[in-house]
């Protein structure tokens, strides 16, 4: 029989209490939670707020009282862990209504104290009433009874998952929603050009998008928000949600290694790191949002803040103490959001990550239909692949769309996961009907596009590289309809339409072996323009990638 | 240059004349096609009848004229290749409407000749004027027009896949439908437990259905048709959808092999074979619904008429043709269906096929929430998965649910694709938020309780097995509670609420040693009171595989 000891009643704390009542039934289990609330739908708070989910109960997925008769645990709620005594085996806890403070010895400790919101010390905010941030149950509370105040306008300063939510969640309640955003795109697990996509589908909602810019102060106890760049705006209701940070102190007070950013620091099942010795300290394990953890694509360190994650490291550790084996594999990082009609979701790297770490990478973009284009509601999703040159492994895939979007990049997900190859993607045999798919889904055209790509059948151009391009004097060829060539087009490209190419009409350059650039609607009809300009002789084709569609978004403008 | 002939223009023909043409310009490129239409929507047939594709031109995914100006082709519309020779590479080609035939020569021939819906010499069948079978543009015309003189009653002979397409359709019409199926149950990829969940969403949109009996014989001009049983039934519209088989004559005629149901034989890179000296015959190929494939699951032989494959064999074969190498792992056979307001998909071998083949295999039930169980509108998605209980290689998958069901089919055939086992299941990263999915995706869920019986945690009984149990004598205990239970359970089952196990309450069987069964819901609570039962001393403990759920879909009646 062991005493196992849990710090943080969430998630990653939760599962791990459930896993190990479910691996013994005679071990002393006992969750400390300093608040109110265990194991509650943190990611449904935002759409609580926002009237979606009409009952407040259904937030709490466990009641710590029912949790702990069905698991038989001894769970502790406004009961704080303060000090752990890793060489004694003990902690000191608090009791936060009486102040009274105890000692609990244990066998086995884990630690899941999770994020808390960042909230810098920006001028005149502790003046401020209407600034909220985002964590937990009392906060949705505050918020929920600010919104019930009918506030007219509200800002909300980040453009993360919480961020993005909740202006959308304040925007369907009717108010007037601003959003600031400090870099130039929302949602930093896209790129750019797919960020873009969905500022478009903010600003078609209403949500008025400042990108760029940041909070310099808040005046008038929070009613006026000064940004950097001068901009006044008017608030009654300000979300901050521009990041999250570890809750580390009680680790790091403990003499547990933390990382660059804060994070603790974990072996790779999970235990602590002594921070002098650089040994793992046994017995003590963390885990959940407060880690830092191994990127899956390139082990490398770093943190990702997922519930999905946080879970399966719970069970993981459960496991881990009763003797269990495992592989960390890393996290990729599978993420996903809902915004307005859209939805976005993401995997492993993305190019701006993989630029920083100076991976190489080839970078592919389809525009295709989430179902039979002839039945009756389909909608394009924007895919956007990267893989390695060299291994053809999968480095990170995006998508934006509506219906079956992030089922797609779940498909990719689990491709990488499996250590599959983009060549991999054309094979899977996915499932097709007119209302669900087309007989070639679109993860298998992307296996498609790369084995285009890498059988040298064409050579590739990107929507942030033409324009230098045609300013240079480069010629690019726009092979779509003239309709739709004349509904919008790169600015200085020449439109042939692509069933007239085999005719070698007028219009095409003479110079033969100077690069000869290509594009469509999506990048399907520039890959057979580029084909069929190949035997009228031209030496040097590129295609754009993700053609038309993709270059729009590039160049949206907010 | 090469002079390439392809017999049949839709799906896997049409494909490959693409592919060719993108592979090279020079090649003379000839596609046969003894009907009107190319490359038409096959798949969509039944929804134009239905008037939910309501426009006839969205059936011509290409027409001959385009495809042939885009692609550089000689698509020849009722051309009609009557016979092959081999030796000299020469086809004849009938005019179809002339009746003139003359001769082509090739340096390659591709057969994608398809499959042709089965109508045997029913009884009274010649005499019926009101009796349809669905392939083709002028089968749907005919029915079209019939449907459009408003048909009271509507008879479905057969419950694959067209059969139940179309009784959904003409049933969204008004119209009273019966369908007839011989088998016990519809949708032969789904085990019997899982298609009677499908039979309860037939009847519950006014579907009569009568399973386990066929067609005897026709009367009056087929308004009456009398079953097998003697049941006689009225009918303004007979729908004949009892299969098809492989359009093989030509292939026959030329000496090439064919399989014991009739399908092509080919080589893994599909060359047919010489049925006399059994050699491959180099330069003939055969793709599609008409050609024996190769079971991805254990390499045996069989035939999966479906359009994802058909579409990637006329890639590949021509990829073949230009000295592209591939590897032909087997076709998996995913497959997905709307059934009024649910979707099935399956993917891989179902437990039938397994037990026929003999193979050993372990079988789980998940029934899990598409979404957060508090996000609005989340619907249940019951999922069945089938593994070698030695190497964990997955066999086969099935899901029936609403939204989102299809898609983690996707993801457990892409798992299968590469080879992956159930213990990879666990570890997929999944996209999650609350409108999408749950922190543990129901594909996780099913790797868990994988996990969970090959570390003999818990072993398991299937719904069909524990009613010959509990008839000899053995003890079921219901841990729902009570409510639950009132609201259905195993009869003879006896309900101990989970949560009151660990008292030891009256009512548990004295005997430890004995056999002991629990059963819950879905199987969660079962597995938590196999472990607490563990500790009160039972020896042999056993989890009813989904709980209630599974077992009263599988005692459904129709």
Redesign the interface.
């Known amino acids: 029989m062991k005493k196992i000891l849990i710090v943080g009643g969430v998630?990653g704390g939760a599962t791990a209490a459930a896993r190990l009542?479910?691996l013994s039934?005679?071990d002393e289990i006992i969750l400390f939670e300093r608040d109110e609330y265990i194991s509650f739908?943190n990611?449904?708070l935002p759409?609580y707020i926002g009237d979606?989910?009409k009952d407040r109960n259904?937030?709490f997925?466990q009641t710590a009282e029912a949790m702990s008769?069905?698991?038989?645990l001894d769970i502790r709620v406004f009961n704080e862990v303060i000090g752990i005594n890793p060489k004694a085996k003990e902690v000191a806890v608090r009791r936060v209504k009486t102040g009274e403070v105890y000692v609990e010895s244990f066998d086995a400790l884990i630690l899941s104290p999770g994020a808390k919101p960042i909230a810098p010390a920006i001028p005149g905010i502790k003046e401020a009433n209407n600034v909220y941030t985002l964590r937990n149950i009392p906060d949705t509370d505050k918020i929920k009874a600010a919104v019930e105040g009918r506030p007219a306008r509200a800002v909300v300063v980040g453009g993360g998952?919480i961020g993005v939510e909740m202006a959308e969640n304040l925007r369907d309640l009717g108010i007037d929603v601003t959003l600031v955003e400090k870099l130039p795109q929302i949602l930093k697990p896209l790129d750019f050009e797919m960020a873009q996509m969905l500022h478009r589908e903010m600003k078609a909602h209403g949500v008025h998008l400042i990108l760029g810019d940041g909070v310099d102060h808040f005046e008038n106890k929070g009613r006026k928000i000064v940004l950097e760049s001068g901009v006044a705006l008017e608030s009654d209701l300000t979300i901050l949600a521009i990041g999250v940070a570890p809750e580390n102190a009680l680790a790091k007070d403990a003499g547990f290694r933390c990382g660059p950013r804060g994070h603790i620091v974990t072996t790779d099942t999970y235990e602590v790191i002594d921070d002098i010795t650089g040994q793992p300290v046994s017995d003590i394990y963390a885990i959940g949002d407060a880690i830092e953890v191994t990127d899956?694509v390139d082990g490398t360190k770093t943190a990702i803040p997922?519930?999905?994650?946080?879970?399966?490291q719970g069970?993981t550790v459960a496991d881990r103490i009763h003797g269990?084996p495992f592989k960390n594999?890393g996290?990729?990082?599978?993420?996903?959001?809902?915004v307005f009609d859209k939805?976005f979701?993401a995997?492993g790297n993305n190019a701006v990550q993989l630029k920083a770490k100076g991976l190489p990478f080839v970078e592919i973009h389809a525009h295709r239909g989430n179902h039979?284009?002839?039945?009756?509601n389909s909608s394009v999703i924007s895919m956007k692949l990267l893989y390695d040159p060299e291994t053809l492994k999968i480095l990170g895939a995006q998508a934006v769309g509506k219906e079956?979007t992030?089922?797609r990049?779940?498909?990719i997900?689990?491709?990488m996961?499996?250590?599959?190859t983009v060549f991999?993607l054309?094979?899977?045999?996915?499932?097709?009907?007119?209302?669900?798919?087309a007989?070639?889904?679109p993860v298998?055209i992307l296996g498609?596009i790369a084995q285009n790509i890498q059988?040298g059948?064409y050579k590739t151009v990107q929507w942030h590289e033409i324009d230098a391009i045609i300013a240079a004097g480069g010629t690019l060829l726009d092979v779509r309809r003239p309709d739709e060539y004349a509904g919008g087009h790169v600015p200085g490209s020449v439109n042939i339409e692509?069933?007239t190419l085999?005719d070698n009409p007028a219009g095409l350059p003479a110079d033969k072996a100077a690069p000869l650039y290509v594009t469509c609607q999506v990048g399907l009809r520039g890959?057979?323009a580029a084909?069929?300009l190949?035997?009228l002789g031209y030496k040097d084709i590129y295609n754009l990638v993700g053609g038309y569609n993709t270059y729009a978004a590039g160049h949206y403008t907010v």
Chains 1, 2 share one sequence.
């Open positions: 998630a009542r479910r039934e005679e739908a990611c449904g759409y979606v989910i259904a937030l997925v008769k069905r698991f038989n998952f899956f997922l519930a999905g994650p946080a879970n399966r069970r269990i594999a996290v990729q990082g599978t993420s996903v959001a809902k939805t979701a995997t039979a284009g002839y039945y009756p079956g992030e089922k990049i779940d498909v997900a689990t491709v996961r499996l250590g599959g991999d054309q094979e899977l045999e996915l499932s097709y009907a007119p209302p669900y798919s007989a070639k889904d298998n498609y059988s059948e692509l069933d085999r890959y057979l084909q069929i190949k035997t």
